[in-house]
């Protein structure tokens, strides 16, 4: 089975522009969640998603952000107007309720400059 | 807030067995003790999770104070692959599958 799948893998772009990341969940999970990872603040959840629908936003750190998952296999995580300090590494994880595991991908790796 | 403390770093070497201790003195009874690690480059990966009993799986085993105010994550075997940051996590019954994660362990195995 495929697990989590993540895209762009890379990105790097210019302050001011409009990103955009999506993801695809593991077919059947209900869960699906957004994190950060920087070296300063380590793995934060951004919000997360039960059966497509946002139920946790607080970790979204400003208006900027926003995600959407308009369907049970896809989600996406925009930012606009982008900064540098948005720089990290956002990872898609998603889990199935009554299991305990939540399956992450590989991550996207986005650069503001 | 992860609620769990663990070191931030260890050292071993490789095909000793390792070590990695986490204390969550504030665990409720229906809290879960969870555990992830992240290699180089990559997303977190699940390991192990237990709630009162040990736990024995092909990856490691998790054992559990009595109290449950502590755990401990047994590599029974550590080799260069296991070298990564290690995770433990602390998720309650009620939050969905939400997983809050803390600095985590980084492991160093030497050759």
Sequence with gaps: DAGVIQSPRHEVTEMGQEVTLRCKPISGHDYLFWYRQTMMRGLELLIYFNNNVPIDDSGMPEDRFSAKMPNASFSTLKIQPSEPRDSAVYFCASSL????????????????? | ?????????????????????????????????????QLPSQGPEYVIHGLTSNVN?????????????????ILHRAT?????????????????????????????VKP
């Design chain 2, 1 to 37: 807030d992860a609620k769990t403390t663990q070191p931030n770093s260890m050292e071993s070497n490789e095909e000793e067995p390792v070590h990695l201790p986490c204390n969550h003195s504030t665990i409720s009874g229906t809290d879960y003790i969870h555990w992830y690690r």
């Design chain 2, 80 to 108: 260069l692959r296991d070298a990564a940051v290690y995770y433990c996590i602390r998720r309650g019954n009620n939050a969905g599958n939400m997983l809050t994660f803390g600095g985590g362990t980084r492991l160093m």
């Design chain 1, 97 to 113: 309720r009554g299991q305990s595991l939540a399956y992450f991908g590989e991550g996207s790796w986005l650069t503001v400059v």
């Design chain 2, 57 to 73: 799986n092909r990856m490691a085993s998790l054992a559990i104070a009595e109290d449950r105010k502590s755990s401990t994550l």
